[in-house]
């Protein structure tokens, strides 16, 4: 990958409301504008302001210039970034202030919306899913991750945005190198791993106190509030309040013991439970690290993409950007960060005893079955 540095002061960005006729240009009326991409959702956001003198001026209201529905476009250097659609129109005529704000979303926000009930054969491949589902959504798709082979799939009422979540998650675990990335660019919805960025964005600072870099303001948060240190594994119920007991799996009990318990009854056995207590362990059991950093706005970072930080003494490494968001008008943005060195592959594989009596179990209770 190629290693630049960047002027963020020569950004021009252009909002252009879509309307019949001549569009709009709304530049020159923003009283506040951003946009960005969220963590743990695939749906990019743009929200901005306009005064009410503007619109007492054009003699509109606001649902009348941009009605819900609504286009707009954001270019940044003449550069098309995205395409949003206007969910909410919300005029706000206080004592402090009289704006209007308008909320706008991209193409993932139908994938959220929109519930079906689908059925896939064992053998499809992620991409093959990937372009069918999209295909149904009318969204144009450039997939870029792993593929691997699914089993049967079979939703109920479910938002597309779920299924596609479900979908990816199975091939992370299985052939993934990274968690995968779910962002529309340019009208389009990519699907790709983490550091997909040509160019790695450096920021540094020589002295937090003084202003001697590009970081405006950076804090890096180390918690275990709410994490699980051990899991401990029970089975049916033998007597009164005594269970079967499969024994603990222990995390990280340095930090004290914080205990979950599983069952395995029903259609959950013993080794079932330990592949979920592992999952638990890595997912919801490590010290969570959070790195927030305010920065000269660069419009090309998004969510997905690799940065490099230089701090003095305190850091000098590469991170994953888990969100962004970029602020048009103040020429700023902040991102949350993770370190690109975080192992946050799950592995769930039993020892080959264990498999082997899972084996046994289930062909005994498959010739029960078949009694």
Known sequence: MNLIKYDPRKTQYYLILEQEGENLELNGILESCSWGDNEGDAIGKLEFTIAQTYLDKVKKNSDE????????RLYADKQYINRY??????????????????????????????????????????????????ARGETELVYQYPSTKHPAIITKNEAMLDEISDILDYAWTQVGNTKPVVVVSEGKTIITERGWNEYIYVFHAENMMVDDGNIIHFTRDAS???????????GKEVSENVFENFGALDGHTEFDIFQEV?????????????????????EEGEQKMEYSIETPDVPHIRKGHKVKLEIAD????????????HDVVNRTMSMKLQPVDLNEKVDTSLSPEEERQEAEYKKKQEEEKNK
Not at 109 to 130: D, I, P, V
Not at 262 to 282: F, M, N, V
Request: hydrophobic letters at 40%; aromatic letters at 12%.
């Open 262 to 282: 599983l069952y395995a009854d029903g259609e959950k056995t013993q080794w079932d439970i330990k592949r979920e207590a592992k999952r638990i362990l890595k």
């Open 65 to 72: 210039l941009i009605p819900n529905g609504s286009f707009v």
């Open 85 to 134: 659609r206007v969910r909410r129109n919300n005029l706000d005529l206080s004592t402090s202030s009289r704006v209007v704000k308008i909320s706008a979303y991209d193409r993932m926000y139908n994938f959220a919306e929109c519930k079906e009930s689908w059925y896939y054969a064992e053998g499809h491949t992620t991409e093959n899913l990937m372009q069918d589902i999209f």
């Open 314 to 325: 305190v850091l000098n490494d590469y991170f994953y950007v888990l969100s962004v968001s």
């Open 224 to 234: 275990v509030e709410g994490i699980t240190t051990r899991v401990l594994m029970l």
